[in-house]
């Protein structure tokens, strides 16, 4: 019997009477009903996680499709205001050379209109030069009534050709 002098012997004999005491309970059913609601609950965990994890997959191509859609309509947008800023642009060079051609005309014309003004002027004091300088020296050389119709018909002749 010395068997029964050893702890172990003991511990074994204690450990199958508490195993039968939790059996005749029905501690074993209590453990399993845990554990399989334990189970069920890490279940409707890990299906809740699966959800949220397909509807966060959604949510990022959705998102991800929104954010290539504005990139698009961005794209969109800079282009279109390129090809207006480019339309302005060829339009305003189209307006500045129309209004410099316009005003080079205008110049040109002033020009033109100066240029025949100083000639006339200087073709009517050329005739009144040549009209005073007659008169002179037809007076002091001619005399009378000669000298009057000599000097009508020279100041005739000399503006007629002059203008």
């Known amino acids: 019997m010395e068997i029964f002098a050893e702890a172990e012997t003991w511990v074994a004999i204690a450990f199958v009477i508490l195993m039968g005491i939790f059996a005749y309970l029905g501690v074993h059913r209590t453990v399993l009903k845990a554990l399989d609601n334990r189970r069920d609950r890490i279940k409707a965990e890990l299906d809740e996680a699966r959800?949220?994890?397909d509807?966060?997959?959604k949510l990022l191509a959705d998102y991800r499709a929104?954010?290539?859609?504005?990139?698009?309509?961005?794209?969109?947008?800079v282009a279109s205001a390129k090809a207006d800023a480019e339309r302005i642009a060829a339009e305003s060079k189209a307006k500045l050379e129309?209004?410099?051609?316009?005003?080079?005309?205008?110049?040109?014309?002033?020009?033109a209109l100066a240029e025949a003004?100083?000639?006339a002027d200087v073709r009517a004091a050329?005739?009144?030069a040549a009209v005073s300088a007659a008169a002179?020296?037809?007076s002091q050389s001619v005399k009378g009534q000669v000298a009057d119709d000599l000097l009508g018909k020279g100041i005739q002749e000399v503006r007629s050709k002059l203008n």
């Not at 929104?66 to 947008?77: D, K, P, T």
């Open 98 to 111: 129309d209004f410099v051609v316009r005003r080079t005309k205008t110049a040109e014309n002033k020009i």
């Open 117 to 119: 003004q100083a000639v």
């Open 126 to 128: 050329a005739a009144e």
């Open 55 to 57: 509807e966060a997959a």
């Open 66 to 77: 929104r954010r290539a859609q504005a990139e698009r309509e961005a794209e969109a947008i």
């Open 136 to 138: 002179t020296i037809l």
């Open 51 to 53: 959800k949220l994890k």
